[in-house]
């Protein structure tokens, strides 16, 4: 099945600098990777994804790179804020008849004013 | 904006007691999951559930776990025999496709459970 690896497990950065947060997966057949950002004791909510067709994909200060050769994939976080703080969770979908989506252990990002 | 309902919040129970955690999901959706996430730690995947089954499970998702979709709105999630190993947090998610096609999964609040 399906492996994610993140890293790293917390990044903290001055506000405004960039943050960078990568992951690998082990399923050449997932084609769906969605990026989730989960504030203290909230839901997982999606922030950006990215399929399999396409390289890259941006949405303001976020942006997601897809390298499927290498089986990897990036979330890119540029003039980061302090609300910006929070545990940020990479996935693939497990490459199944289902497409479950099987989770990275998280990024806690901690963004100092 | 529609959103996935979990009841209850939080929930205490002792060790060896069946608990019943419910979750109602977005009205058009099809594909229903849940996850749990230990405190600190990954969200996990337990099981999938479409047209009234289980889609897949992962081996988190043993005998003492069973999903259920009594009456078309509520989706729940049984433990028979709760142990110590179960505390986390449980997030029901729902989506209108598979995770792999077009489908954003939309998560619950998230129902704690706490076994002592």
């Known amino acids: 099945g399906e492996n994610v690896e993140q890293h790293p497990s917390t990044l903290s950065v001055q506000e405004g600098d960039s943050a960078v947060i990568k992951c690998t997966y082990s399923d050449s057949a997932s084609n769906y990777f969605p990026w989730y950002k989960q504030e203290l004791g909230k839901r997982p909510q999606l922030i950006i994804d990215?399929?399999?067709?396409?390289g890259e994909k941006k949405d303001q200060r976020i942006a997601v790179t897809l390298n499927k050769t290498a089986k990897h994939f990036s979330l890119h976080i540029t003039e980061t804020q302090p609300e910006d703080s929070a545990v940020y969770f990479c996935?693939?979908?497990?490459?199944?008849?289902?497409?479950?989506?099987?989770f990275g252990k998280g990024t806690k990002l901690s963004v100092k004013p | 904006e529609p959103e996935v309902t979990q009841t209850p919040s939080h929930q205490v129970t002792q060790m060896g007691q069946e608990v019943i955690l419910r979750c109602v999901p977005i009205?058009?959706?099809?594909?229903f999951y849940w996850y749990r996430q230990i405190l600190g730690q990954k969200v996990e995947f337990l099981v999938s559930f479409y047209n009234n089954e289980i889609s897949e499970k992962s081996e988190i998702f043993d005998d003492q776990f069973s999903v259920e979709r009594p009456d078309g709105s509520n989706f729940t999630l049984k433990i028979r025999s709760t142990k110590l190993e179960d505390s986390a947090m449980y997030f029901c998610?729902?989506?209108?496709?598979?995770?792999?096609?077009?489908?954003?999964?939309?998560f619950g609040e998230g129902s704690r459970l706490t076994v002592l």
């Open positions: 009205s058009n959706h099809l594909y």
């Open positions: 996935a693939a979908t497990d490459g199944g008849s289902q497409g479950n989506l099987i």
């Open positions: 998610a729902s989506s209108e496709r598979r995770g792999g096609r077009a489908g954003e999964l939309f």
């Open positions: 990215i399929r399999s067709n396409v």
